[in-house]
């Protein structure tokens, strides 16, 4: 058996590029023959794939400007070269949209899978965005950024699909395109619901496999000297780190005076999100520490006493698992992925992630807690997502889904 992994691009590195990347490591080293076929590779990438070979498909092609004069016919195109790399696979496994996309109307034997880490959220905006929608549609006022950014975007989507433009066509195209595959695997139950909401397909769940740490030496209790709070992200609306930003600053001037936010990432929301943490904390009490090297990052992990983020409608949340495996206690969003890993509640705290002052009550309830019920509610929670997620356990659900 031949099994081809298909994703559009390793030039930057997020939660997909590693999971596409692990799920051809894992079927290579254990006797699969595997392939990666991607549009774009960054030489620095290769790592990733060890000895799995890697096939670049032409992205663009002189030929393109005659022929693909449309959106969709630039896909279509792009799809057929790449079904050319993967003709001689039994297996294809998608990651990320437009791969699915091509893959459905592909005409190539293999048996076609998406691993769905989640629709296309810009195409398909309602059904993968379910929270966002009800909070923009409910009018309350009190919203955070994200929520003020995606009131105008869901306007002008829902515009233009009842006009039947651009964006109509290619939401229908992918939905046809969709449908034609053989099967769908999705990295969480609210994956699985949004699929099902939006392509009225059936998916099975197989959670993302993570390769965590080794066990990092046992930590004790809380640094009483000022609580450490870590957030770690892409800094872009959709993480809602505003929310986070600002139930930090009201928990520190009411409950923790020395408390601090140590905030790990880039993206497009920077600015803002610094220029928020001025108007609302002292100076120093929040940290922005952009891209973060590995080593450094295990010294920023271990520095801090809890992990808060609040994505808005996030499909799972690696780095809940990734923190939780490093002695972190974890606050995360009442919906979504992460309120799947945190067991609703049971291996951390949620809140609702539109409220400050939710935020801020957890931060004060971890604060009184006292040493032995913080060990407790570590270790239990580093026990548990390993037992899930590492890949000795992920591993084998994914070769029973490629050889069925």
Known sequence: MRVGIFHPSFVTVGGAELQAAAHATFLHAHGVETIVATFALDQRRQALFGAVPVRCVTYRHWS????????????????????????????????????STMLGVSNIRAHKIWYCEEPPRGLQLRGSNPTLVARVESGDAAAPDACIAFAEQLRAHDQELARKRSRYARQQFERASV???????????????????IYQRTAEVIPPMIRFPDRVPPRMGLDRGGLKVLAVSRLERAKNLDTVVRGFAR??????????????????????????????????????????????????????????????????????????????????PDHGGPLEILDGGELGWICDAFSPD?????????????????????????????ARYAPEVVGPQLLEMIKR
């Open 251 to 332: 928990f520190r001037s009411r409950d923790c005076p020395s408390a601090q936010l140590h905030v790990a990432g880039e993206g497009p929301h920077r600015n803002r999100l610094e220029a928020l943490a001025r108007e609302t904390c002292p100076r120093d009490a929040v940290r922005f520490h952009g891209y973060v090297e590995d080593a450094a990052m295990d010294a920023l992990y271990a520095a801090c006493d809890v992990f808060a983020l609040l994505p808005i409608d996030e499909p799972f949340g690696m780095v809940f698992p990734e923190a939780a495996t490093r002695g972190l206690l974890l606050i995360g």
């Open 179 to 197: 449908a034609r595959l053989d099967a769908i695997c999705a990295n969480s139950e609210f994956t699985r619901d949004n699929v099902r909401r």
């Open 64 to 99: 393109d400007v005659a022929v693909a004069w449309s959106r969709l016919r630039k896909l279509q195109r792009r799809g057929r070269r790449a079904g050319r790399s993967l003709k001689d696979c039994d297996v294809v496994v998608a990651h990320n949209h437009p791969c």
């Open 358 to 386: 939710a935020l801020a009550e957890r931060l004060a309830e971890i604060w009184k807690l006292d040493d032995a019920a913080a060990d407790r509610h570590r270790r239990a929670a580093d026990q548990i997502c390993r």
